[in-house]
């Protein structure tokens, strides 16, 4: 039982470092990481592409696909070390998530050959930039009640509606697109799935202002959106099979939830003076620290726990389903400690704050974490269905035509 | 990264799996519960024929040599089958002590016959209420004798001899081994929370007492509840999932509103809730096995975070069981309670989270480099 890489990861590792170091700045000691931090600066996008191309012309970019995806046919295990070691430099590589991610390996899953010659590359590059246009305003959670119509006309599907959460969308060149293409059955039947150019006439893409005021979603609109057969992604009325290829690919991430953790709670504790001298030496500040510091700790070891499973060429197990929505509650219960902490000057943001602001920062995009890529309570389902093998809840809807399912919000 | 334990080891956990399945059904503990029997003591010498009691004893000392991580696996089937055997005190805290603090002569003498199960050992510690603190300990000790009085201690009425903590000048604790068949010890079994584990209050009157001759020093108290906080988190981890295995099993099979119970998200919810706190538990107690194993620095910290997580998860998942079970799971019959008594004993054993929470950040004071890893 160790913490040390295998001489073939160790060596992979030290590529990875030599790469790392010669194209980009590593973070300062102590500097937090927020959520989105740093994609809204002017020339970003431009950077970050520049890099993107860099790590993809050094063989970083599908690390671990099949080489007849364009990949590198190398081991999970060195994806996760690749990312361990990007982690520790300023890059921004958030902003192709979606197109890497989940678009490419879903097309190289269900597509065309001629789709997968056409799109993973440029995808892998950044050259061409992507996003996810699923959810909507009735179709949330229940994604599959999902109401935007393509219609088949000749070649062309003509699709009309809307989408909303499309992270990106303003200056993505594509998204990958799920519709109905049938009302008459069951909702899951009647699904189809696209690649859709974001130039196409007839979309219209509006920045949702969240609750920190940021843009980083949108609404986007279809009317009378033509999209070439050729463009569709799997048989026709596959749609959720192919979309569940997607959601797979987002939850597998075992993601952190970036902002203000334990490190950053000691920092405030240690600058701060309550009634009786520094927050540090409160026992009841104490006991708070040592819980958050556990909880942070059994993160850190269940994702060791995983990637040891990736490193012995296994499946991690179900203990990876946990991390996001650990992840997600721990960076709130932990802002919210650190403002309270703070008192009466709490209120006030900016850089001059303790630690740089980042527990006020975080208060705001928090919410988002807890939902985005699947919510606490549509987590908790998966661990309670799928892990612990419980009953799916019945389903009013169960085996009805789509069109006469209730769906959105009704009054 | 190969954050797991070995391969032989996993083979150790399944055969003990199996074996306890067969040998210590909830039958086992809840004989202990209702009868005046102290504990097992047949599955206590079947373990100890298999070498478990001297699993983590170097084989020069009669011990089979598995280290402190086959301690760490045996110990989560022991927690999982609710064992009523002396298993933690007598192997992480007796045997232990002897290990860390003990002579080469005491080593010779006591870990022979702790690895075969014909001695069981003990701690003896607390003597009020509240946290562990050595400058408080009451004992007199004079010219190799022991007067005082030490409450509830873990398998104090069936135990051979007692590693008992007397006060070692300012705020030392000094470590004697006492025999408690000896003139000047009388003990009584008290009444406890949970039944299937004995315990004694022990009087000590001039009872003759032999020093740990390595345990003089500041922090031996600490330092022996660290290195028997882990396999412990482990058994408390296995309590936990056994009584998670419980809950999800009765949400599948019990009906109301005319569905399964597990299928109504109050339920489903709940049980997830549990698995998390396994899951996040089994994680730190694994790190705690490192730190054991490795005799890593950080094994204060290491120590103090499995022990934390594991206390917790097995109080959260222990009553969310019988909450799960409703009135069913209060009733005397079902064997939520055995969890619930075992999982609170287990957590209390080594002191409360409280302290070890306190612990913890001081460590982590001293150790400003762990914070933020």
Partial sequence: MDFEDTPEEAAFRAKCRAFLDANAERRKPGAVEGYRRGQDAPGAMERAKDFQRRKYEAGFVGIHWPVEWGGGGGTPIQHVIYNQEEAKYDVLTGLFGIGINLAQPTICTWGTPEQRERFVKPAMRAEEVWCQLFSEPGGGSDLAALRTRAEKQGDEWVVNGQKIWNSGAHYSDFGILVARSNPDVPKHEGLTFFILDMKTPGIEIRPIRQISGSSHFNEVFFNDVRIPDSRRVGPVGAGWKVALTTLMNERHGMRDAPGPDVAELFRLAQTIELENGPAIDDSAVQEKLAEFYVRSQGLKYTKFRGITALSRGQTPGPESSIVKVVAANKLQDILSYGLDMIGMAGPAMGETMPVAGIFEEALLYSPALRLAGGTDEIMKNIIAERVLGLPQDPRADKGMPFRDIPTGTRK | ???????????????????????????????????????????????????????????????????????????????????????????????????????????????????????????????????????????????????????????????????????????????????????????????????????????????????????????????????????????????????????????????????????????????????????????????????????????????????????????????????????MGFTWQMDCHLYYRRARLLSLALGGTREWKHRLIDELRARNDLIAA
């Avoid at chain 2, 001297?54 to 089958?81: D, K, M, S, T």
């Avoid at chain 2, 045997?95 to 002579?103: V, W």
């Fill in chain 2, 1 to 327: 990264m190969n954050f797991d334990f070995p391969e032989e080891l996993i083979q150790l956990r399944d055969q003990a799996r199996r074996f306890l399945a067969d040998r210590c059904p909830p039958s086992v503990p809840r004989r202990i519960l209702e009868t005046s029997e102290p504990y097992a003591a047949d599955l206590w010498r079947a373990i100890a024929e298999m070498g478990w009691t001297g699993a983590a004893i170097p084989e020069e000392y009669g011990g089979v040599g598995l280290g402190r991580l086959g301690v760490c696996v045996l110990a989560e089937e022991l927690g999982r089958a609710v064992a009523p055997v002396p298993f933690s005190s007598s192997v992480y805290l007796a045997t232990e002590a002897i290990m860390l603090f003990g002579s080469e002569h005491q080593k010779q003498h006591w870990l022979p016959k702790l690895a075969s199960g014909e001695v069981i050992g003990t701690f003896a510690m607390a003597e009020q209420p509240g946290p562990a603190d050595p400058a408080k300990l009451l004992h007199s000790i004079a010219s190799g004798h022991v007067t005082g009085t030490k409450l509830a201690v873990p398998d104090g009425d069936i135990a051979d001899f007692a590693v008992v903590a007397v006060n070692g000048g300012g705020r030392h604790a000094w470590l004697h081994i006492v025999d408690l068949n000896a003139p000047g010890v009388s003990r009584e079994t008290v009444a406890t929370i949970d039944p299937t584990r004995s315990h004694a209050r022990l009087d000590l009157t001039a009872a003759r007492a032999e020093p740990l001759p390595g345990s003089t020093g500041p922090g031996t108290i600490h330092r022996l509840l660290d290195y028997a906080a882990v396999p412990m988190a482990f058994e408390q981890v296995g309590g936990a999932q056994a009584a998670l295995d419980m809950a999800v099993a009765y949400a599948k099979e019990r009906y109301a509103f005319g569905r399964p119970i597990g299928s109504f998200q109050g339920i489903k919810h709940k049980l997830a809730d549990m698995y998390i706190q396994v899951e996040l538990a089994r994680s730190n107690a694994y790190y705690g096995a490192w730190a054991v194993h490795t005799g890593a620095a950080e094994l204060p910290v290491a120590a103090s975070v499995a022990r934390i997580a594991a206390s917790e998860a097995g109080w959260f998942v222990t009553k969310e069981n019988i909450q799960t079970h409703g009135g």
